[in-house]
């Protein structure tokens, strides 16, 4: 067991405070590359990291680097609007959702960084009986998996969240939810950090404003990568750079099931406490909860056009508040405060991808659509495991790429927030 | 919001149109002589490309005819449209890799 | 108190109406042109709020959207606004206003005893706290959660509304200053198509807060010149009251429109409206925005702007201090002292961190005999709840440290001047680069994506003769690239030359103490983010200027950290050791500008209008007759016909009878209808279909499954041969659009050689549909010219005649199993139609059926529904439908059936249910297992071998039944299976999905 640098604690607060916080020490360091590694991780946000973390923690290979053409959780990480959840429909994704929300659960401890997870709980609402009848199918099957997950009628709904609308006679009325009282939301950065932080005091370097050029092979096996600081050796790659996996497996000589789509979200001006829990809406694409710091942080579906942008259209913003404020009519006077955009990878059937490509030694983990967030520590936690016995673990076998060539999909357009 | 110039049409909001994904992929002559692999790459398989990307859009809301084009996915420029069944101008095809 | 800070003369407002507001309760008054800021200012008020987080007191800092402090809950009830600016809020008699995030007040605030822990509490102390035990986060999240959120949000619904406006124009200008005037005069000059935007009442930008001259007059004399030619001008739109928010692709700008500066009442208009804006070319006359010093408690209340003083004396009449120093590091900022000077105002010192000032304005200052204080530094603010003195020292050689003695000077308003920063926002929203000028310490566009420039300030032009030649230029420049080439020759306006010494890049200002030991440093006023909260994000290696933002959450508060952004990475830059600011980067400004109320940018799409209502011809008689609906895609359908004292099963037991046993009427006309058309006709529905199509003969029906190229199934209808090359294809409800597309696409992008035209006609015909052993006797009595008889008019075939009159097409299909004419008629007809069917049809006992019992009926027949049996992975096999999937022909889907997956033996497949309880109706959606088991507790599982798709009470057969999904099916049927329910375990029986009628005897009547 390694021993903290400086373990995080209300003590070690208060001996900092009596120094001017001048004596804290680096949440991770920023290294250049060495010449050769075991494994390189060349992505570093969330997944990345909590895939070099776990390597460390679980496996104890730690001679690891993690390669990031940017800052750390700049991409869809530092973007998402932070929910957490694991109701999904097919057994194999329950699994892996639950197990990352399991992780979840214990994070902030296991990490010594307090990540505000938030188990507020997550509503799905339905507003015509498809929609009713498919709420009912997925609470089902969660239930058989031994996911916590249960049906609100719309009298519990306006009782969970008092200032929605239930009025009958709305344009689409609320017919009830679903509830995951153990969803909730996280601090996005503090997941990518406090996973930084533990892979960073394991070993694992972490090498940020390096960008790769070029998957370097030889008959047919992964060598190494070269890098805008030169060349770095390693025989196992792992690939997590979600919008932008495409591109790099382009490098790599091969091409994936992916399209790659501006995902818009926004938040308010913060105001006093009036959402206690997450709100879904598939079939009027929004969802929204209310953050510590009293900002409404809203997401909507993807914009219709492929695009690497950051940068989404006007028009989905205003569809998506149209739906907004007929759900929560007082929230028509809040003020949006802040939009953006993340590039998110979908796969045709709205499930991940994470295992073997064509190029042995290279693995990917990518196609985590609107969704990843919540998937982080579960992700790194199984692409851990994959890149360490060079096999899927049990609960990644179906994630496959090769599903798409047998059919095997894993089809959870459903369970998806929005429409892809 | 992009501003979409419909070959038929002339410029219009992108709020008119619907982007039906990557253009130039040719439904096999003969899917049954294909692999699970050759039918796989027709079916799901795609450049997904960063840079001039050349795509489908229809013009749903308008003329409901299918057209090409070639936009940089990066800067959101559009760079060329074509009509169905032409092939990218030459100046485009130097800048993409076709498959 | 009576305005005790107004001065005697000056400003724009109107001195001659006196309107009354109230601040926490307390009466006030002002003029009209005030803002809640001037007046607040012209009352004496020093506190207007408390900070974010260590609940300090605050005072108004700024005079426009860069105001940190200021946030106000602007009146109550139904129209109350949380966290509005001060200083963008136009005052009006009667304006109700309190501060945000204090209790009882900011004078006195409860929630102040949270600044004692303020050592406790750095930059990110949450990240390293509140984590044991584990089980307390919620505890401490509910405590941070009250803590935090400024204002508050309304309760009521909103009383008003908001509109929107497309327009489109040659030439965008944003910002009536004199830039942006130029620019817009220029172009529209030209003759091109202008739409000039700026956020304050009235135009003239930054030329209204100072005392400048223009052609040897007053520069408002110009700009009254200007406003009346653009009057003049019928290709001008001026938008007063309008904040360009965003910039987006392709020329297309988002702007916010007030419609009226008093929000306590509806008025006669919209609140606001949003413009959506497509522009050929966009001139950004944006300005800049004035940076502060960044010195030891430079939050006290009275440490202003210094541009933002001169605001206030020169355009509000207000004197914000009654002994205001000026703490700068330029030129610029001596304009305030002599602006304050020449107003009467007492000016005790000009504290300038530079040696030897010596430009123009500086000595214009020595004339005067203000104290200039070169080299020095304000290292202390005394007072808590407002400025009472300043303590002053001299800076050493490189500016890192004080020495000497401190120097006491009493004041009550410090004026604080870091330089004026392009306002580059926009110019960044649209994908535009940036450049950091390191000798003048701002950051300057560059690149730009657009059609687009940037003039004047924003350009980092701030002389004004310059600005106005900018501007005209760049207004000529735009113009033409809109394609208005026509030369004018204007001679720009004259303005007097400026001549300003540089400024000296200080970014923290010492003390005699370390960083962060002596006074709060602030950077973010509005986030209470300090120059030490950097320093320690820079030591625990958040080095990124976005690890940094997002650590101390600098720039993230409502006025997005537009006088912070930049000392911010300063300040972090030199934490980091970096040579040039340059080096630190950028970050990118996303929009919007200012906030935008969410009611505007949903405008009118709200209530019945959020998305459009589509309702059958018959609609009036179906909401007449009582029916409940159910919403189907953007239809109403009707759901089922109650009776009085009828509950829903009643109703469709009722219904469902009357089908099987006498004649029900159904309103079908919501399924798609799409015209087919064209010599290849055939063929191309054969290759889209998965049964063949080329033998169809003329008048017959068939149906037809659509699949989508993975196998799965993606829609299934009814299609008849009109004649050899037209059909008549029906969709499902909710898919019609899409399939038409469907067609569409492989028509035109795959097959464009193909003959083959579509036309969708779901709205020109309605559909009435009887069913029942009495269909044809009803019939009968309305048609002379088709022969009903089951021989000439077989199941699967269409006749056209006449109904009751009117010219329809009726097809003989059936998604009951009964006898059943599906009559076609104009729309326009359909009501006229159905009302005659129903009157004639009571003899019959005609009964109306809604969307419940069609789904009963069905069922009872084991037939789909898409999207209900299916669900995007289900294919023909999977339905039990192999019957109709070609072995002889390609079809789109077909190449997905011979993957290793569709091979699968425990595929789900269709089957019907029995449970063994005959009244028990299983809920769709419940999920089926092998063994008999409760549902598990958490964390266990119990495997599930397929779900309920549909499942009803048929009062034909006086039971329930379901249909289902489950693994390797149709090989289980007579075994008996479970499905765990919240209150105990339901036992059924796997069977054949067809309940009624296998042999299809009933489908003649």
Same mark, same amino acid.
């Given at each position: 067991?390694?021993?903290?640098m400086?373990?995080?604690?209300?003590?070690?607060?208060?001996?900092?405070?009596?120094?001017?916080?001048?004596?804290?020490?680096?949440?991770?360091?920023?290294r250049?590359?060495?010449?050769?590694?075991?494994v390189i991780i060349?992505?570093?946000?969330?997944?990345g990291?909590?895939?070099?973390?776990?390597?460390?923690?679980?496996?104890?290979?730690?001679?690891?680097?993690?390669?990031e053409?940017?800052?750390l959780?700049?991409?869809?990480?530092?973007r998402?609007?932070?929910?957490i959840?694991?109701?999904?429909?097919?057994?194999?994704?329950a699994s892996?959702?639950?197990?990352?929300?399991?992780?979840?659960?214990?994070?902030?401890?296991?990490?010594?960084?307090?990540?505000?997870?938030?188990?507020?709980?997550?509503?799905?609402?339905?507003?015509?009986?498809?929609?009713?009848r498919?709420?009912?199918?997925?609470?089902?099957?969660?239930l058989?998996?031994?996911?916590?997950?249960?049906?609100?009628?719309?009298k519990?709904?306006?009782?969970?969240?008092?200032?929605?609308?239930?009025?009958?006679?709305?344009r689409?009325?609320?017919?009830g939810?679903?509830?995951?009282?153990?969803?909730?939301?996280?601090?996005?950065?503090?997941?990518?950090?406090?996973?930084?932080r533990?892979?960073?005091?394991?070993?694992?370097?972490?090498?940020?404003?390096?960008?790769?050029?070029?998957?370097?092979?030889?008959?047919?096996?992964?060598?190494?990568?070269?890098?805008?600081?030169?060349?770095?050796?390693?025989?196992?790659?792992?690939?997590?750079?979600?919008?932008?996996?495409?591109?790099?497996?382009?490098?790599?000589?091969?091409?994936?099931p992916?399209?790659?789509?501006?995902?818009?979200?926004l938040?308010?001006?913060?105001?006093?406490?009036?959402?206690?829990?997450?709100?879904?809406?598939?079939?009027?694409?929004?969802?929204?909860?209310?953050?510590?710091?009293?900002?409404?942080?809203?997401g909507a579906?993807?914009?219709g056009?492929?695009?690497?942008s950051?940068?989404?259209?006007?028009?989905?913003?205003e569809?998506?508040?149209?739906?907004?404020?007929?759900?929560?009519?007082?929230?028509?006077r809040?003020?949006?405060?802040?939009?953006?955009?993340g590039?998110?990878?979908?796969?045709?059937?709205?499930?991940?991808?994470?295992?073997?490509?064509?190029?042995?030694?290279?693995?990917i983990?990518?196609?985590?659509g609107?969704?990843?967030?919540?998937?982080?520590?579960?992700?790194?936690?199984?692409?851990?495991?994959?890149?360490?016995?060079?096999?899927?673990?049990a609960?990644?076998?179906?994630?496959?790429?090769?599903r798409?060539?047998?059919?095997?999909?894993?089809?959870?357009?459903?369970?998806?927030?929005v429409?892809? | 919001?992009?501003?979409i110039?419909?070959?038929y049409? %002339?410029?219009r909001e992108?709020?008119?149109?619907?982007?039906?994904?990557?253009?130039h992929?040719?439904?096999?002559?003969?899917?049954?002589?294909?692999?699970?692999?050759?039918?796989?790459?027709?079916?799901?398989?795609?450049?997904?490309?960063? %840079?001039?990307?050349?795509?489908?859009?229809v013009?749903?809301? %308008?003329?409901?005819?299918?057209?090409?084009?070639?936009?940089?996915t990066?800067?959101?420029?559009?760079?060329?449209?074509y009509?169905? %069944?032409?092939?990218?101008?030459?100046?485009?095809?130097?800048?993409?890799?076709?498959? | 108190?009576?305005?005790?800070?107004?001065?005697?003369?000056?400003?724009?407002?109107?001195?001659?109406?006196?309107?009354?507001?109230?601040?926490?309760?307390r009466?006030?008054?002002?003029?009209?042109?005030?803002?809640?800021?001037?007046?607040?200012?012209?009352?004496?008020?020093?506190?207007?709020g408390?900070?974010?987080?260590?609940?300090?007191?605050?005072g108004?800092?700024?005079?426009?959207?860069e105001?940190?402090?200021?946030?106000?809950?602007?009146?109550?009830?139904?129209?109350?606004?949380?966290?509005?600016?001060?200083?963008? &809020?136009?005052?009006?008699?009667?304006?109700?206003?309190?501060?945000v995030?204090?209790?009882?007040?900011?004078?006195?605030?409860?929630?102040?005893?949270i600044?004692?822990?303020?050592?406790l509490?750095?930059?990110? !102390?949450?990240?390293?706290t *509140?984590?044991?035990?584990?089980?307390?986060?919620?505890?401490?999240?509910?405590?941070?959660?009250?803590?935090?959120?400024?204002?508050?949000?309304?309760?009521?619904?909103?009383?008003?509304?908001?509109?929107?406006?497309?327009?489109?124009?040659?030439?965008? &200008?944003?910002?009536?200053?004199?830039?942006?005037?130029?620019?817009?005069?220029?172009?529209?000059?030209?003759g091109?198509?202008?739409?000039?935007?700026?956020?304050?009442?009235?135009?003239?930008?930054?030329?209204?807060?100072?005392?400048?001259?223009?052609?040897?007059?007053?520069?408002?004399?110009?700009?009254?010149?200007?406003?009346?030619?653009?009057?003049?001008m019928?290709?001008?739109t001026?938008?007063r009251?309008?904040?360009a928010f965003?910039?987006?692709?392709h020329?297309?700008?988002?702007?916010i429109?007030?419609?009226?500066?008093?929000?306590?009442?509806?008025?006669?208009?919209?609140?606001?409206?949003?413009?959506?804006?497509?522009?050929?070319?966009?001139?950004?006359?944006?300005?800049?925005?004035?940076?502060?010093?960044?010195?030891?408690? #430079?939050?006290?209340?009275?440490? +202003?702007?210094?541009?933002?003083v001169?605001?206030?004396?020169?355009?509000?009449g207000v004197?914000?201090?009654?002994r205001v120093?000026?703490f700068?590091?330029?030129?610029?900022?001596?304009?305030?002292?002599?602006?304050?000077?020449?107003?009467?105002?007492?000016?005790?010192?000009?504290?300038?961190?530079?040696?030897?000032?010596?430009?123009?304005?500086?000595?214009?200052?020595?004339?005067?005999?203000?104290?200039?204080?070169?080299?020095?530094?304000?290292?202390?603010?005394?007072g808590?709840?407002?400025?009472?003195?300043?303590?002053?020292m001299?800076? #050493?050689?490189?500016?890192?440290?004080?020495?000497g003695?401190?120097?006491?000077?009493?004041?009550?308003?410090?004026?604080?001047s870091?330089g004026?920063?392009?306002?580059?926002?926009?110019?960044?929203?649209?994908?535009?680069?940036t450049?950091?000028?390191?000798?003048?310490?701002?950051?300057?566009?560059?690149?730009?994506?657009?059609?687009?420039?940037?003039?004047g300030?924003?350009?980092?032009? *701030?002389?004004?003769?310059?600005?106005?030649?900018?501007?005209?230029?760049?207004?000529?420049?735009?113009?033409?690239?809109?394609?208005?080439?026509?030369?004018?020759?204007?001679?720009?306006?004259?303005a007097p030359?400026?001549d300003?010494?540089?400024?000296r890049?200080?970014?923290?200002?010492?003390?005699?103490?370390?960083?962060?030991?002596?006074?709060?440093?602030?950077?973010?006023?509005? /986030?209470?983010?300090?120059?030490?909260?950097?320093?320690?994000?820079?030591?625990?290696?958040?080095?990124?200027v976005?690890?940094?933002?997002?650590?101390?959450?600098?720039?993230?508060?409502?006025?997005?950290?537009k006088?912070?952004?930049?000392?911010?990475?300063?300040v972090?830059?030199?934490?980091?050791?970096?040579?040039?600011?340059?080096?630190?980067?950028?970050?990118?400004?996303?929009?919007?500008f200012?906030?935008?109320?969410?009611?505007?940018?949903?405008?009118?799409?709200?209530?019945?209008l959020?998305?459009?209502?589509?309702?059958?011809?018959?609609?009036?008689?179906?909401?007449?007759?009582?029916?409940?609906?159910?919403?189907?895609?953007q239809w109403?359908?009707?759901?089922?016909?109650?009776?009085?004292n009828e509950n829903?099963?009643?109703?469709?037991?009722?219904?469902?009878?009357?089908?099987?046993?006498?004649?029900?009427?159904?309103?079908a006309?919501?399924?798609g209808?799409?015209?087919?058309?064209?010599?290849?006709?055939?063929?191309?529905?054969?290759?889209?279909?998965?049964?063949?199509?080329?033998?169809?003969?003329n008048g017959?029906?068939?149906?037809?499954l659509?699949?989508?190229?993975?196998?799965?199934?993606?829609?299934?209808?009814v299609t008849?041969?009109?004649?050899?090359?037209?059909?008549?294809?029906?969709?499902?409800?909710? #898919?019609?659009?899409?399939?038409?597309e469907?067609?569409?696409?492989?028509?035109q992008?795959?097959?464009?050689?193909?003959?083959v035209?579509?036309?969708s006609?779901?709205?020109?015909?309605?559909?009435?549909t009887?069913?029942?052993?009495?269909?044809?006797?009803?019939?009968?009595?309305f048609?002379?010219?088709?022969?009903l008889?089951?021989?000439? *008019?077989? *199941?699967?075939?269409?006749?056209?005649?006449?109904?009751?009159?009117?010219s329809a097409?009726?097809?003989? &299909?059936?998604?009951?199993g009964?006898?059943?004419?599906?009559?076609?008629?104009?729309?326009?007809?359909?009501?006229?139609?159905?009302?005659? +069917?129903?009157?004639?049809?009571?003899?019959?006992?005609?009964?109306?059926?809604?969307?419940e019992?069609? /789904?009963?009926?069905?069922a009872?027949?084991?037939?789909?529904?898409?999207?209900?049996?299916?669900?995007?992975?289900?294919?023909?096999q999977?339905l039990?439908?192999?019957?109709?999937?070609?072995?002889?022909?390609?079809?789109?889907?077909?190449?997905?059936?011979?993957?290793?997956?569709?091979?699968?033996?425990?595929?789900?497949?269709?089957?019907?249910?029995?449970?063994?309880?005959?009244?028990?109706?299983?809920?769709?959606?419940?999920?089926?297992?092998s063994?008999?088991?409760?549902r598990?507790?958490?964390?266990?599982r119990?495997?599930?071998?397929? /779900?309920?798709?549909?499942?009803?009470?048929?009062?034909?057969?006086?039971?329930? !039944?379901?249909?289902?999904?489950?693994?390797?099916?149709?090989k289980?049927?007579?075994?008996?299976?479970?499905?765990p329910?919240?209150?105990?375990?339901?036992?059924?029986?796997?069977?054949?999905?067809?309940?009624?009628?296998?042999?299809?005897?009933?489908?003649?009547?």
């Amino acid at each position: 067991m390694v021993q903290h640098m400086g373990k995080y604690s209300i003590f070690s607060l208060i001996r900092n405070a009596l120094a001017y916080h001048e004596g804290w020490e680096r949440a991770w360091r920023s290294r250049e590359p060495q010449g050769e590694y075991d494994v390189i991780i060349i992505g570093g946000g969330g997944h990345g990291l909590a895939t070099a973390f776990y390597l460390a923690k679980e496996h104890g290979i730690t001679n690891v680097a993690v390669i990031e053409k940017g800052w750390l959780g700049g991409g869809n990480t530092g973007r998402n609007t932070t929910i957490i959840r694991s109701n999904y429909l097919w057994d194999e994704s329950a699994s892996l959702y639950e197990k990352s929300l399991q992780l979840y659960e214990s994070l902030s401890q296991e990490l010594n960084f307090n990540i505000m997870l938030s188990q507020r709980g997550v509503l799905n609402l339905a507003h015509n009986l498809h929609d009713l009848r498919e709420l009912e199918r997925r609470v089902n099957a969660n239930l058989m998996n031994g996911i916590d997950s249960e049906i609100l009628d719309t009298k519990s709904v306006k009782n969970f969240v008092p200032i929605i609308n239930t009025d009958p006679n709305s344009r689409y009325p609320i017919l009830g939810a679903s509830l995951q009282r153990r969803g909730g939301t996280a601090r996005h950065d503090a997941v990518a950090w406090g996973f930084a932080r533990g892979a960073d005091e394991r070993g694992v370097d972490i090498i940020q404003q390096c960008e790769v050029t070029a998957i370097k092979q030889s008959r047919g096996k992964v060598t190494g990568v070269e890098t805008t600081k030169g060349l770095i050796k390693a025989k196992k790659v792992g690939v997590v750079v979600a919008g932008h996996s495409s591109e790099l497996a382009r490098m790599a000589g091969f091409r994936l099931p992916l399209n790659s789509y501006p995902l818009q979200a926004l938040v308010t001006e913060p105001v006093k406490p009036v959402l206690d829990t997450v709100v879904m809406s598939n079939a009027v694409h929004v969802y929204v909860s209310q953050s510590d710091k009293g900002e409404l942080v809203i997401g909507a579906g993807i914009d219709g056009a492929h695009g690497y942008s950051q940068r989404g259209s006007l028009h989905v913003i205003e569809g998506q508040l149209g739906a907004l404020c007929e759900l929560f009519p007082i929230t028509s006077r809040l003020r949006m405060m802040r939009q953006w955009g993340g590039i998110v990878d979908t796969c045709p059937d709205a499930s991940p991808i994470i295992g073997k490509t064509p190029v042995d030694g290279l693995f990917i983990n990518c196609g985590w659509g609107t969704g990843g967030f919540k998937a982080t520590p579960g992700s790194g936690w199984v692409f851990a495991h994959t890149l360490a016995t060079g096999e899927p673990h049990a609960l990644n076998a179906a994630f496959t790429l090769d599903r798409f060539t047998s059919g095997f999909l894993i089809d959870e357009h459903g369970a998806a927030a929005v429409a892809h | 919001m992009l501003l979409i110039p419909c070959p038929y049409c %002339g410029e219009r909001e992108e709020s008119e149109f619907h982007q039906g994904g990557e253009a130039h992929i040719e439904r096999p002559k003969d899917p049954n002589k294909m692999t699970d692999e050759e039918w796989a790459d027709y079916l799901f398989f795609r450049d997904n490309r960063k %840079g001039v990307y050349l795509e489908r859009w229809v013009h749903r809301h %308008g003329c409901r005819r299918w057209f090409n084009v070639a936009r940089d996915t990066a800067t959101n420029q559009i760079v060329a449209v074509y009509k169905m %069944g032409s092939k990218p101008p030459k100046s485009i095809t130097s800048r993409v890799t076709m498959k | 108190m009576s305005q005790s800070h107004r001065l005697s003369t000056g400003g724009s407002i109107d001195r001659e109406t006196l309107v009354e507001f109230t601040f926490n309760g307390r009466p006030y008054k002002g003029h009209p042109g005030d803002t809640v800021a001037s007046a607040l200012l012209a009352n004496g008020v020093k506190i207007v709020g408390r900070s974010f987080k260590y609940h300090r007191p605050r005072g108004i800092f700024a005079a426009g959207a860069e105001e940190p402090n200021a946030l106000l809950q602007l009146e109550a009830g139904a129209r109350t606004l949380p966290n509005q600016q001060a200083t963008r &809020v136009e005052l009006y008699d009667g304006l109700s206003a309190d501060s945000v995030n204090c209790w009882p007040g900011p004078d006195f605030d409860a929630m102040s005893f949270i600044g004692l822990f303020h050592r406790l509490t750095p930059a990110g !102390f949450y990240y390293k706290t *509140f984590m044991w035990p584990a089980s307390f986060w919620k505890y401490y999240e509910h405590f941070i959660r009250h803590a935090a959120g400024l204002g508050k949000a309304p309760t009521e619904k909103d009383p008003d509304y908001y509109d929107k406006m497309n327009a489109h124009a040659d030439v965008v &200008v944003v910002g009536g200053g004199p830039s942006g005037l130029a620019a817009t005069l220029a172009a529209a000059r030209v003759g091109a198509r202008v739409i000039l935007a700026d956020d304050q009442p009235t135009l003239g930008g930054w030329l209204l807060n100072e005392r400048r001259e223009i052609d040897g007059k007053p520069a408002n004399e110009w700009i009254a010149t200007v406003e009346a030619e653009l009057n003049q001008m019928e290709n001008v739109t001026v938008l007063r009251r309008t904040t360009a928010f965003g910039y987006y692709d392709h020329n297309f700008v988002g702007m916010i429109e007030q419609r009226r500066a008093n929000v306590s009442h509806g008025g006669c208009t919209s609140r606001q409206r949003l413009w959506r804006v497509r522009a050929k070319q966009v001139v950004l006359a944006t300005g800049a925005i004035e940076q502060p010093m960044i010195f030891a408690d #430079n939050d006290r209340p009275g440490v +202003m702007l210094a541009g933002a003083v001169r605001t206030y004396v020169n355009r509000y009449g207000v004197q914000p201090g009654k002994r205001v120093c000026v703490f700068t590091n330029n030129d610029d900022a001596y304009r305030t002292a002599l602006d304050l000077f020449d107003a009467g105002i007492s000016v005790p010192a000009i504290i300038d961190v530079r040696s030897d000032p010596s430009g123009e304005l500086a000595t214009e200052a020595i004339q005067r005999d203000i104290e200039i204080l070169d080299n020095h530094a304000i290292t202390a603010v005394q007072g808590s709840k407002g400025v009472a003195a300043i303590e002053v020292m001299a800076l #050493n050689k490189t500016g890192d440290g004080v020495t000497g003695t401190a120097r006491t000077i009493s004041c009550d308003v410090i004026c604080s001047s870091g330089g004026w920063n392009p306002a580059i926002h926009l110019h960044s929203h649209s994908g535009g680069k940036t450049v950091f000028d390191e000798e003048r310490g701002i950051f300057l566009p560059s690149n730009t994506l657009q059609n687009e420039t940037c003039v004047g300030a924003a350009a980092g032009i *701030f002389d004004l003769a310059r600005c106005l030649v900018d501007g005209l230029k760049a207004g000529k420049v735009a113009a033409g690239g809109a394609g208005f080439k026509k030369s004018s020759r204007s001679k720009p306006p004259s303005a007097p030359e400026e001549d300003e010494s540089p400024a000296r890049l200080l970014w923290v200002v010492p003390t005699t103490q370390p960083l962060g030991r002596r006074g709060k440093h602030f950077l973010d006023q509005a /986030h209470d983010v300090t120059a030490a909260d950097i320093h320690l994000a820079a030591r625990e290696g958040y080095e990124s200027v976005e690890h940094t933002k997002r650590y101390t959450t600098l720039g993230m508060a409502p006025d997005q950290g537009k006088t912070g952004n930049i000392s911010g990475m300063a300040v972090l830059g030199q934490a980091l050791g970096c040579e040039t600011l340059g080096e630190v980067g950028t970050t990118t400004f996303r929009p919007p500008f200012t906030p935008v109320t969410l009611g505007a940018l949903a405008g009118r799409d709200i209530g019945v209008l959020m998305d459009p209502t589509r309702m059958t011809p018959m609609h009036h008689w179906h909401d007449q007759a009582g029916c409940n609906w159910e919403d189907v895609g953007q239809w109403k359908r009707p759901w089922y016909y109650p009776k009085p004292n009828e509950n829903m099963q009643d109703a469709v037991n009722r219904e469902c009878l009357a089908v099987r046993n006498a004649v029900g009427i159904l309103d079908a006309t919501t399924l798609g209808k799409i015209d087919i058309q064209g010599p290849d006709a055939a063929e191309f529905l054969n290759r889209v279909y998965t049964n063949s199509w080329q033998n169809l003969k003329n008048g017959r029906c068939r149906y037809g499954l659509m699949l989508g190229e993975d196998g799965m199934v993606m829609d299934d209808g009814v299609t008849t041969r009109l004649s050899e090359n037209h059909f008549f294809m029906t969709t499902t409800t909710g #898919n019609s659009a899409s399939v038409l597309e469907w067609l569409e696409e492989w028509s035109q992008t795959e097959w464009p050689e193909m003959r083959v035209y579509f036309t969708s006609v779901t709205e020109q015909y309605a559909n009435i549909t009887i069913a029942g052993p009495q269909a044809r006797a009803l019939l009968s009595e309305f048609t002379e010219d088709i022969d009903l008889d089951p021989v000439s *008019f077989p *199941f699967m075939s269409v006749r056209e005649g006449t109904v009751a009159g009117v010219s329809a097409r009726i097809f003989r &299909v059936s998604f009951t199993g009964e006898l059943t004419y599906e009559i076609n008629v104009p729309a326009s007809y359909g009501m006229s139609v159905w009302t005659a +069917m129903m009157t004639a049809g009571d003899k019959y006992g005609i009964t109306p059926y809604g969307t419940e019992t069609m /789904h009963v009926l069905r069922a009872e027949k084991g037939y789909i529904i898409v999207g209900q049996e299916t669900d995007g992975t289900t294919t023909p096999q999977d339905l039990g439908m192999d019957w109709i999937v070609s072995k002889k022909k390609d079809f789109l889907g077909r190449r997905s059936f011979d993957r290793e997956d569709n091979r699968r033996q425990d595929r789900k497949q269709l089957v019907g249910l029995l449970p063994d309880d005959h009244t028990k109706v299983i809920p769709e959606g419940s999920q089926i297992t092998s063994s008999q088991q409760e549902r598990p507790p958490l964390g266990s599982r119990i495997p599930m071998i397929g /779900h309920v798709t549909s499942s009803y009470y048929s009062a034909n057969m006086g039971r329930s !039944f379901a249909l289902a999904l489950v693994k390797g099916g149709r090989k289980k049927i007579g075994e008996g299976v479970y499905v765990p329910l919240a209150d105990g375990v339901v036992r059924a029986e796997i069977t054949s999905p067809v309940f009624v009628d296998p042999e299809g005897a009933k489908i003649d009547g």
